[in-house]
């Protein structure tokens, strides 16, 4: 990740944040697309903001594409920390 918070100066304004049709309004994350990819928790949206590049959010989306982030698939009580 290129920048792990950024200034609210910098981030896009509430228009044209979105969450997951999947979301169930609890405890998600938010996304807008405008000048980069930034992400927010739905619950707290004037709070830090992460901002990924193109290339740093395509391979995080080709990670979840291929079932890398799919907590089902852990063995039980593995939370996937650096151990």
């Known amino acids: 990740?290129?920048?792990s918070s950024i200034s609210k100066s910098t981030v896009p304004k509430s228009r044209g944040w979105f969450k997951s049709s999947f979301s169930n309004g609890d405890g998600c994350v938010e996304v807008t697309l405008h000048g980069g990819?930034?992400?927010?928790?739905?619950k707290d949206?004037?709070?830090?903001?992460l901002r990924f590049t193109d290339h740093e959010w395509n391979a995080f989306l080709d990670g979840v594409r291929h079932g890398e982030f799919d907590l089902s698939q852990r063995?039980?009580?593995e939370t996937g920390a650096a151990h």
Do not use: K, L, Q
């Not at 990819?37 to 739905?42: E, K, L």
């Not at 949206?45 to 903001?49: D, I, L, R, T």
């Open 37 to 42: 990819i930034f992400v927010r928790d739905s």
């Open 1 to 3: 990740m290129s920048e």
């Open 45 to 49: 949206p004037a709070g830090p903001v």
């Open 75 to 77: 063995p039980h009580g």
